[in-house]
């Protein structure tokens, strides 16, 4: 079992729709969880972090983490055309701040 | 807001070169990390280092060296450059307090040929 498993993808969405992306981690002590865009031939680009249960609402994103179940999504409203690029889920799951990241799912975006 | 810079963009070499890439960032952050970016395998963690001259290996360590005797450069070594080395690599740093996500900079493509 991979530490954090996303669907590679592609996911794709119409423009204006909600986009949903899903992580899953094997450790049930990690505490840090991100969000990262990265655009074809660019580096990451955090976007999210958060680090408790519940909902973490900025702007068109909502982070979302349920620990029992070990789930982190992304939710995207209002889907855009510039919305799309690959997205990475990032675990800190050892003390330190050693990130272990997905394999990333590719977000295609119709206008 | 924090910034790590990559030396190149683009890089080409040979086959059995030496290669450095180098990583600076002006935030005074003690963690600094090295991943390599391939299609398929998502990001892969080299080496990394809490501190100064202070180095851990990450998950694929092989063919590469790290030298930190600064706190803001970070210096990723390929001893003897083989193809399958050809990658986008990434350059990552972070505070060591607060459990914050990494800042990026913008990476090398590198190719040896």
């Known amino acids: 079992q991979k530490e954090v498993e996303q669907n590679s993808g592609p996911l794709s969405v119409p423009e204006g729709a909600i986009a949903s992306l899903n992580c899953t981690y094997s450790?049930?002590?990690?505490?840090?969880f991100f969000w990262y865009r990265q655009y074809s031939g660019k580096s990451p680009e955090l976007i999210m972090s958060?680090?408790?249960?519940g909902d973490k609402e900025d702007g068109r994103f909502t982070a979302q983490l349920n620990k029992a179940s070990q789930y982190v999504s992304l939710l995207i409203r209002d889907s855009q055309p510039s919305d799309s690029a690959t997205y990475l889920c990032?675990?800190?799951?050892?003390?330190?701040?050693?990130?272990?990241f997905g394999a990333g799912t590719i977000l295609r975006v119709k206008s | 807001d924090v910034k790590v810079t990559q030396s190149s963009r683009y890089l080409v070499k040979r086959t059995g070169e030496k290669v450095f890439l180098e990583c600076v960032q002006d935030?005074?952050?003690?963690?600094m990390f090295w991943y390599r970016q391939d299609p398929g395998l998502g990001l892969r963690l080299i080496y990394f280092?809490?501190?100064?001259?202070?180095?851990e290996k990450g998950d694929i360590p092989e063919g590469y060296s790290v030298s930190r005797e600064k706190k803001e450069r970070f210096s990723l070594i390929l001893e003897s450059a083989s193809t399958n080395q050809t990658s986008m690599y990434l350059c990552?740093?972070?505070?060591?307090?607060?459990?914050?996500?990494?800042?990026f900079g913008s990476g090398t493509r590198l190719t040896v040929v």
């Open positions: 990032a675990v800190n799951m050892y003390k330190g701040n050693k990130l272990v």
């Open positions: 990552a740093s972070i505070l060591s307090a607060g459990g914050k996500g990494y800042t």
């Open positions: 450790d049930r002590g990690s505490q840090s």
């Open positions: 280092s809490y501190d100064v001259k202070m180095k």
């Open positions: 935030m005074d952050h003690e963690n």
């Open positions: 958060i680090y408790s249960n």
